[in-house]
């Protein structure tokens, strides 16, 4: 069973930094799409930021600019370096080996790991 663990989340104010990470024996395949998800209280579950494993990458465009996807194989991790955070990026993020689409109606928890909790204060 492959397990996600994310790591990295906390409380910043606006305009900090943040990076998160997460470790999964399935990253260490370059063939592979992953990305990162987040979800809000009252939000529906949205991809922020996907690797393709052709390399490309997507981003939402409210992060698009401030937040950068990264991959390192030989540690099994992938990365989110968050930039310039905003209070509306406050959210649990998820880390996906599978990429869903960018909206999972039904919520993000349960798909992959426990998420770790991102808060920005004005």
């Known amino acids: 069973q492959v397990t996600l663990v994310e790591s990295g989340g906390g409380s910043v104010q606006a305009g900090g930094s943040l990076r998160l990470s997460c470790r999964s024996s399935?990253?260490?395949?370059?063939?592979?799409?992953m990305g990162w998800y987040r979800q809000a209280p009252g939000n529906e579950c949205e991809l922020v930021s996907k690797?393709?494993?052709?390399?490309?990458?997507y981003y939402l465009d409210s992060v698009k600019g401030r937040f950068t996807i990264s991959h390192d194989s030989a540690k099994q991790t992938a990365y989110l370096q968050m930039n310039n955070l905003k209070p509306e990026d406050t959210a649990v993020y998820y880390c996906?080996?599978?990429?869903?689409?960018?909206?999972?109606?039904?919520?993000?928890?349960?798909?992959w790991g426990q998420g770790t909790q991102v808060t920005v204060s004005s």
């Open positions: 690797r393709s494993r052709d390399g490309s990458t």
């Open positions: 996906a080996d599978v990429v869903l689409g960018n909206t999972v109606p039904r919520g993000c928890s349960g798909y």
């Open positions: 399935r990253f260490h395949e370059y063939d592979l799409d």
